[in-house]
């Protein structure tokens, strides 16, 4: 909530982001949840890591991106 | 019928049992395949690797893996303990499970591992509460790291991942199965299921194959050989193999004189 209000107070803020090595630009105060969420990932089907930390599932509500983060969103596929 | 020795039969990992000795890696196949390879294979462990989400997490292999199977995702890509670690770590997150097979590779041309890093992300991992399954090059005294690091069971190679040449180790193997009080899981390069059926005859506790059945002609049809040798040497095993002579025969039937008298 304090994300968004402040996205809003700040409407042109953007921040830039590297997700999984790509540079992206986010709204100031979008939090993991709101990321992952828009860009159509499921929560029950990823790890998400923050410059290196990996963020817990139950706390992606609360965090938020910061400008020149790096993100790392890794999921399963076929292996052995 | 099955007799009561193989019916009592489990193989223990961590704190699960499983009845099933064949662990199914879920690579290289189309997502239909994989639920008929699974459930032919009487797989209770499949193996997973971990990726960057490029998809959104859509048609996601996990969708197609029952809930009953055990999850044991790898570290493939990893090339050192470091990186492996972060791997198992990250992948404990996505499903939970405490399983993680270790792999850790930086030679492109054989695909074979590092024990020593090995060793290292064995310790680390079985610290942080992981059951912990290091792939390994078929060495003793690296075997015997790892099992002081911590680990649950030993997985050699048969021969190079993917080559489906069998058990070019087997030697090595079996020195392993009759040092080391770990399950030995042969791993990487079992290409048919003679040569599954082989290692279980030798004492193996369990077998993983991937190659031999997502490259077969028909998956589902494979899978089940598969399970069906593994069962077999298994139960070979148990029964304990009748002897070799190493000169002349032995009749099997009694000598009476019969004609001759």
């Known amino acids: 909530m304090h994300g968004a209000f402040r996205a809003q107070r700040f409407g042109a803020c953007k921040l830039k982001v590297k997700v999984n090595g790509k540079v992206e630009d986010v709204a100031a105060g979008t939090t993991i949840l709101q990321y992952v969420e828009s860009a159509g990932y499921r929560v029950d089907r990823i790890a998400v890591e923050v410059n290196r930390n990996i963020v817990p599932k139950s706390t992606y509500a609360n965090v938020g991106l910061h400008d020149g983060d790096s993100v790392e969103i890794v999921s399963f596929c076929g292996g052995g | 019928?099955?007799?009561?020795?193989?019916?009592?039969?489990?193989?223990?990992?961590?704190?699960?049992?499983?009845?099933?000795?064949?662990?199914?890696?879920?690579?290289?196949?189309?997502?239909?395949?994989?639920?008929?390879?699974?459930?032919?294979?009487?797989?209770?462990?499949?193996?997973?690797?971990?990726?960057?989400?490029?998809?959104?997490?859509?048609?996601?292999?996990?969708?197609?893996?029952?809930?009953?199977?055990?999850?044991?995702?790898?570290?493939?890509?990893?090339?050192?303990?470091?990186?492996?670690?972060?791997?198992?770590?990250?992948?404990?997150?996505?499903?939970?499970?405490?399983?993680?097979?270790?792999?850790?590779?930086?030679?492109?041309?054989?695909?074979?591992?590092?024990?020593?890093?090995?060793?290292?992300?064995?310790?680390?991992?079985a610290n942080e509460g992981f059951v912990v399954m290091p792939y390994m090059y078929p060495d003793l005294n690296a075997a015997r790291d790892m099992q002081n690091a911590g680990a649950a069971c030993i997985m050699p190679l048969g021969s190079p991942i993917g080559s489906n040449k069998g058990l070019a180790t087997r030697e090595f193997?079996?020195?392993?199965?009759?040092?080391?009080?770990?399950?030995?899981?042969?791993?990487?390069?079992?290409?048919?299921?003679?040569?599954?059926?082989?290692?279980?005859?030798?004492?193996?506790?369990?077998?993983?194959?991937?190659?031999?059945?997502?490259?077969?002609?028909?998956?589902?049809?494979?899978?089940?050989?598969?399970?069906?040798?593994?069962?077999?040497?298994?139960?070979?095993?148990?029964?304990?193999?009748?002897r070799v002579v190493s000169k002349g025969a032995v009749a099997s039937d009694p000598l009476t004189g019969f004609l001759q008298d």
Request: charge should be negative.
């Open chain 2, 1 to 125: 019928m099955q007799s009561k020795e193989t019916t009592q039969d489990k193989l223990v990992l961590g704190n699960k049992e499983f009845d099933s000795r064949f662990i199914l890696g879920s690579g290289k196949y189309s997502l239909e395949l994989i639920k008929a390879a699974i459930e032919n294979a009487g797989a209770q462990i499949v193996t997973l690797a971990l990726r960057r989400a490029n998809d959104g997490g859509l048609a996601n292999i996990l969708d197609y893996i029952p809930d009953t199977v055990t999850l044991l995702p790898n570290t493939s890509g990893a090339r050192n303990a470091e990186e492996a670690v972060r791997i198992a770590r990250l992948s404990r997150e996505i499903c939970g499970s405490d399983f993680i097979k270790i792999e850790v590779i930086h030679d492109s041309k054989y695909l074979l591992p590092d024990n020593y890093e090995t060793a290292k992300a064995t310790e680390t991992l």
């Open chain 2, 173 to 242: 193997i079996q020195i392993l199965i009759d040092e080391i009080d770990l399950p030995i899981i042969v791993d990487a390069g079992i290409g048919r299921p003679s040569q599954a059926c082989e290692a279980m005859e030798m004492g193996a506790a369990a077998v993983m194959a991937n190659t031999a059945i997502a490259t077969a002609g028909n998956v589902p049809a494979m899978a089940e050989a598969f399970r069906k040798a593994i069962e077999a040497g298994r139960t070979a095993y148990l029964a304990k193999l009748g």
